[in-house]
């Protein structure tokens, strides 16, 4: 995997009925490594992200988001939303085997597959139950199990951790950096200090219509970083300041 | 008293207290017997003639039972038509609205002279009472999917009937059985009107019969005889329904 593809973007722009979410955006993704969106709420990250997985069929678009290679991204982007969509009526792995269902019938190698993975994500034994049962944590292993089962290069991730507390989010964080280790990763966060423990490097966007900063915030070390970093303290006023916080003080 | 048991013994003491009520009624009015028997006069006229109730108690049931299936496969399948075909949409909208803004009782009667005197004409009419209930129902709720999981679904490469099959119809299913129990407890009006209009069997004909004969005792026999009928048949569709469907829809 450590040859996973990084994201070209030029000229993205998107509206909704007229109205400008971004434009002009500009983003070269590297491949291999975890790259964070970051954002005030509402500021278009989401949309941005959307609009790299080809989800948005309501709003008018214009720009190019390849591969670097040059290929486009259509089956190569697996989605993590902000809520977990695990399907309610499924099994917890009928669920991390919703790819191979929807494909056509899922194979005995999907299936023991299905089994390795939630293993690895902690879910072992778990199998049979519904999603009903699980906790907000192991719902959302659950769906980073069902997103490793798809097994694409680029991982696009909408804020899933965002509704966890903050323990839960720390061990998860750790759990998908680990997992998706030599993958793509674009992760959209509103959080500064997420982005600087999880990122290779972080991109802020901000504006209306939103822009993005460039060049990129590239804290020192290696992610997973620890939070009690004393360099990542100055990063982090330094992005605050960057979303905008600067102007509200001032 | 354990919870269970408490389950068991609601719907004996609502009848006992229905009964109560019913004798109450008797009491106080003095109301005679050919206008408002009492509840022992009933059960003894039922039971005395049980031999003739059954047959009749039969037919009905068969009617409702005919109806409700075809009903819902009819319903079923034009929710799913109008649900995946825009231009289905378009068409059938209208009729299914036409389907409803015509009362039944209104069409009974070319029913009957269309289908017959038999059990088709009655099974038809079930049938046209269930059919609405169900299409918009389930039709509603193949709408209704969130749209997170669709995207999740296209981005994970499902085709159109995919989507449908994995994603669109299940989640439509609890919308679909709230369908089935508004038209299971109505299935009832259709077979016993179409009884009224014209045959020769059925427990509706039976009503008629008697109450041209002044048997009003015969008359509540053969309605307490429907309503075990309609209580049974709906608590079969909800229980099935409640073991088929065992997740809640998220809130």
Known sequence: ?250 | MTLNAMNLARPVIIALGLLAFWQGIVVVSEAPPYILPPPLAVLETLIERIGELLPHAGITALEILLGLGLGTLLGGASALLIASFRPARRWLMPVLVVSQALPVFALAPILTLWLGYGLASKVAMATLIIYFPVTSAFYDGLRRVPQGWLELAQNMGGSRTAILRQIRIPAAMPAFGSGLRVATAVAPIGAVVGEWVGSSHGLGYLMLHANARLQIDMMFAALLVLAVISLTVFYLVDWTLKRAIRWRPEG
């Not at chain 1, 972080?202 to 993005?212: K, Q």
């Not at chain 1, 804290?219 to 303290?233: E, H, I, S, Y």
Request: some cysteine.
């Open chain 1, 1 to 250: 995997m450590s040859t996973a593809p990084g994201i070209i973007i030029r000229d993205a722009a998107m509206a909704y009925r007229g109205d400008a979410v971004f434009d002009g955006v500009n983003l070269d993704v590297p491949g291999g490594s975890w790259s964070c969106l970051l954002g005030a709420s509402g500021v278009g990250k989401s949309s941005l992200l959307r609009y790299m997985a080809g989800l948005d069929g309501r709003a008018d678009i214009s720009g190019t988001a390849v591969m670097d290679d040059g290929d486009g991204l259509e089956g190569k982007v697996a989605f993590m939303a902000q809520r977990d969509l695990l399907l309610p009526w499924l099994s917890v792995l009928d669920n991390v085997l919703l790819g191979p269902r929807l494909r056509g019938a899922p194979a005995q190698a999907d299936r023991d597959r299905a089994a390795v993975l939630l293993d690895q994500v902690g879910l072992a034994g778990r199998e049979a139950d519904l999603p009903d049962t699980l906790s907000g944590g192991m719902r959302q292993r659950a769906a980073l199990a069902r997103t490793l089962m798809e097994d694409r290069p680029i991982v696009l991730m909408d804020e899933p951790f965002s509704a966890l507390d903050a323990l839960t989010r720390h061990r998860i964080q750790a759990l998908a950096a680990e997992l998706l280790e030599g993958r793509t990763v674009l992760l959209v966060t509103h959080d500064p200090l997420e982005a600087l423990r999880l990122g290779h490097r972080t991109f802020v966007m901000a504006g209306s219509p939103a822009r993005l900063d460039d060049p990129p915030l590239i804290p020192p070390g290696q992610p997973v970083r620890a939070v009690d970093d004393p360099a990542l303290a100055g990063l982090h006023a330094d992005l605050l300041s960057k979303l905008g916080l600067g102007r509200v003080a001032a």
